[in-house]
């Protein structure tokens, strides 16, 4: 969702917590993901993909999540529906993989997490 320009901060969370006047420590925990390029990689994620994407209620139940938040800052349904196809597709990713073939595959998850000491 960051990466979609949303605030995912447990705002809420971290409204209560303000009005509470509750003390609030945040930490940043990364997790990271390496995976060398190979055939047999790129045929497993294939078969995730696909399973993914032929699912169509996980992908409107994934396109009503992110859309409560992106509507907020402007974006239409048809906007979500194009970026999940152009970004998100089984074809894209894969083409992606193929030109990158014995490459290392890497990402970084940075997640969030808060701490709030009660007295």
Known sequence: METLGVDVHLTRFLAYCRFQNLPV???TF???Y???ITDKY???VETEMGSFHQNEQLLQQ???FN???LKEVGWTPADLWAFITREYSPEAHLAFLKAH???EYYRK???RIYRVILV
Do not use: H
């Open 34 to 36: 390496r995976a060398q």
């Open 109 to 111: 998850f940075p997640i």
């Open 42 to 44: 790129i045929d497993l």
């Open 101 to 103: 073939r014995g490459a």
């Open 25 to 27: 420590e945040e930490f």
């Open 67 to 69: 859309f409560q938040f």
């Open 62 to 64: 994934v396109f009503e």
């Open 30 to 32: 990364t997790m990271e």
